[in-house]
Structure formats: structure tokens, C-alpha cells
């Protein structure tokens, strides 16, 4: 099928470059003409493993081109809207992009009609694709469907080959089976059904990982006051079938493009609706108090940060990406800037993106090199660079050896076997 693809960041290009590879005669579009340049060379402007690789395979062989020009793609059987809905001043979803393509794709459709389907990809409220349909409701052979993405960063190639599910939102019989053959060939379990069924699939399936990750993060703390370790806990909660061991563990909280944005934005749907969601309101309360819990402890090794060095270690928001949108990380330098600490910082992708936001942080090439001197090291994104480290080493250089382990990735037993004074998250 001729497919086209609105939006190259993290959805759209990875989109894009799986329905290449799935067969299909794809076109990427793009209004910033720089990325387009770039994209046309092989060159990612995001950092996902495997899929600059991909890329360029599915340049080479002709399956995917990009343009700025929404008109190169006027033979298109299938529009994808790809591009983002940030979260607008008062928390909803900022639906500005999605509306400018649709409408764009519609002068195309009035300029030469055939059977098209406008599916929509980015993440939108509840309604929305029946909005899009009701806008569209003069053109003929344009219909429109849901299919809600589900793609981890640091994993997305290999989330758009081989997903978990393919949720597909759709009133028009013709428009699910457009939708079935897009993805023929990709094994996966299918949910056909309506488009504000599906577009609530994707909010509540964000929300109830988040509400995971934040019930695992408060219960560390009660935890830490009991002396339990958190990581046995979670292990032994995850055996249980009905839990599963996914998103079971605590940290510093979540980041992201779509945690932090969805979950305000669902709650937003439900107040517009007269619903109170609490449970969700107290997930993004513990989300935003943990770093500061977090450095709470860090507190307890060093009870004044004024002029000690501090290294942070991981700035992005997880590993496997240079993503730094909502990361606890920028909370964490923050803080740490404004109780006067010497801030040294390290992080494998991501560092250049922080030092615009943060340019009085001292960064450097490695792990080692930032806690060289460190009164504590912090450990915030459990990249192996800053996981895997020689631990002697690490003690000889260290002014203080303070460990504070925000990920619970570092071998406790042997550091504190090593020296070091060690705190994990609800483990001591």
C-alpha cells in the first residue's frame, strides 16, 4: 500500500521506517526541512538503537522517501497523523498539529478523491477521531480510524515489528479491512472495535503503568523507614500472576513524552466530564515528590551540598534514548544548583540536550570522571556506563563514598562491601 506518514519524530519515523520494512511504499513528511535533509541521508535525528540502521536499508531500497511537501504524497492510500499534542497550558491535550494535517490532508482528497483512511497515531482525548470524521463528513471515500500507538523509547523498532497489540478504532467495515491489510503479515493480537474506544485504550493503558511505577515508588518509602528491601519485595510480587513483574520497579519516578503529558490530560478528560480520577491525581503527586524524597537522602550523607562536588549519573529520561522531556533528572540538578553544590554530570546520549537547559553543570566523558573528587554519586538513569563501573577505582577517587542508588541498579551488597556508605530506593 502507498502510505504517508505526518510527523518524523519518535512515533512517525519509527512508523514509518516499520511499514517500509512490512513492504509497504511509505513517504515521511515534515515541515522542518532541515530534519527532512537530514532524514534523506540516513541520519536519525532521534537516537533509537537499530533504527538509524533500519533507516538507511529502507532508503536504499526505495521503500521510503520524505518530503515537506504533504502534495508528494497525494497518491497515498493511508495518512498517518503522527505529530504531537503537548500538553496545553491548563493540561489538555494541545490538538492544534492533528487538526493543520487534517486539514491538509483533506485539500488533498478534495483535489483528487479516491478511497483514503486518515489514521491517527498521536495520542488525542477521548472523541477526537469522531471529531475528525464529523470535520470530514463532506468527503467522500475519507474515512477515519484509531490506531494508538505503544512504543517504548529505547525499543520502538522493535515494539512497531513485533507489537504486544494492534488496536484499531474504526466505524466503517471498509475502513477495518484497509486497516487489516496495512498490517497483514504483522503477528500480533488484534482489538477492532470503536475509535473513542481505542483512543481510551491507549490513556488508560499509560495510566495504570504509571499508577505502578508511583504505587512501587511511595510503598519504597515506607520501605526505607522499615528497613525491607524493595527489590525482593518487587520480585516477589511479580511472581504472582495477577501482578507480573513489569513496571514493578521504584526509582525517582517517571519521565517522558507520555507518563507525565497523558496522565494530566486524562484526568483533564474526566473533570470535563464531572469524574474525579484520585487515584490517578495522587500517581502524579508521588511522581512529582519523589526526586525531592530522593534527595532527602541524599541529605542524611551530606547534610549541606554548599560547594561539595555531586556527580549525576544519567540525565536522559530512561536509557536506550536521548529523550530528556520530564526527566526526574532536571528536577534533581535543580535542586541541587540551588543548595550550591558543585555539579558534575554524565550521561552517555543525552548531555548535550541538558547542558542547553543547564549550563553550569559540569559534564564529562565518562562515569569515572564525574565522581572523581564526588562527595556522592547519584545514580539517576541505569545506563550501563553508569551501572557497570570498577568499584575500587570508583572508592579511590571519591572525597566522600556516598552512593545513592535512585534505580536500584548498582550491586548493593558489594559496594557496602567495598566501603562505600550506600542508599538504594526503600533499600538500605
Known amino acids: 500500500m502507498k502510505v504517508a506518514v505526518i510527523g518524523t519524530g519518535y512515533v512517525g519515523l519509527t512508523t514509518a521506517v516499520s511499514l517500509a520494512m512490512n513492504g509497504h511504499q511509505v513517504i515521511g513528511i515534515d515541515l522542518v526541512e532541515a530534519k527532512i535533509v537530514k532524514l534523506r541521508q540516513g541520519i536519525s535525528p532521534i537516537y533509537e538503537p537499530g533504527l538509524e540502521e533500519a533507516l538507511k536499508q529502507v532508503l536504499e531500497n526505495g521503500a521510503l522517501a520524505f518530503s515537506t511537501k504533504l502534495q508528494d504524497a497525494g497518491d497515498a492510500d493511508v495518512f498517518f497523523v503522527c505529530v504531537g499534542t503537548p ?9 492544534r498539529y492533528v487538526y493543520s494535517a487534517v486539514a491538509a490532508i483533506k485539500e488533498i482528497h478534495q483535489a483528487s478523491p479516491k478511497s483514503r483512511v486518515i489514521v491517527i497515531k498521536s495520542t488525542v482525548p477521548v472523541g477526537t477521531g469522531d ?16 490506531n494508538p500507538e505503544f512504543l517504548r523509547e529505547g525499543n520502538a523498532l522493535f515494539d512497531a515489528l513485533t507489537p504486544s497489540r494492534i488496536v484499531i478504532g474504526a466505524s466503517e467495515p471498509k475502513t477495518r479491512e484497509i486497516m487489516e491489510e496495512l498490517y497483514k503479515g504483522v503477528n500480533a493480537p488484534r482489538v477492532v472495535t470503536t475509535r473513542a474506544n481505542a483512543e481510551l485504550i491507549k490513556y488508560a493503558s499509560n495510566a495504570f503503568l504509571a499508577t505502578r511505577i508511583s504505587f512501587m515508588n511511595e510503598l519504597s518509602r515506607l520501605s526505607a523507614a522499615l528497613g525491607t528491601d524493595m527489590v525482593t519485595i518487587a520480585h516477589g510480587m511479580g511472581l504472582d500472576s495477577r501482578i507480573g513483574p513489569e513496571f514493578l520497579r521504584a526509582g525517582v519516578g517517571y519521565g517522558g513524552s507520555c507518563f507525565p503529558k497523558d496522565t494530566i490530560a486524562l484526568l483533564q478528560l474526566a473533570s470535563q466530564n464531572g469524574i474525579s480520577l484520585s487515584i490517578l491525581e495522587q500517581v502524579r503527586k508521588v511522581n512529582a515528590t519523589q526526586p525531592v524524597w530522593f534527595l532527602e537522602q541524599l541529605q542524611k550523607f551530606v547534610p549541606d551540598c554548599r560547594g561539595k562536588r555531586i556527580a549525576v549519573l544519567g540525565l536522559a529520561f530512561k536509557p536506550d534514548t536521548d529523550d530528556i522531556r520530564e526527566a526526574p533528572s532536571l528536577s534533581i540538578l535543580k535542586a541541587l544548583e540551588e543548595k550550591g553544590a558543585a555539579v558534575f554530570a554524565y550521561d552517555p546520549i543525552a548531555a548535550d540536550t541538558v547542558r542547553q537547559k543547564f549550563p553550569n553543570v559540569s559534564y564529562t566523558n565518562t562515569a569515572d570522571e564525574a565522581v572523581q573528587g564526588a562527595h556522592a554519586a547519584l545514580l539517576i538513569t541505569e545506563w550501563k556506563e553508569c551501572v557497570q563501573l570498577d568499584w575500587a577505582k570508583i572508592y579511590q577517587g571519591m572525597a566522600q563514598p556516598v552512593l545513592l542508588d535512585g534505580r536500584n541498579a ?12 550506600y542508599c538504594g530506593v526503600g533499600r538500605s
Open 87 to 95: 500538553e496545553a497550558e491548563d493540561g489538555t491535550a494541545d490538538l
Open 410 to 421: 548498582w550491586p548493593a551488597e558489594i559496594v557496602k562491601q567495598a566501603g562505600f556508605q
Open 131 to 146: 471529531k475528525v470524521a464529523e470535520l470530514l463528513g463532506g468527503c467522500k471515500e475519507l474515512s477515519v480510524a484509531s
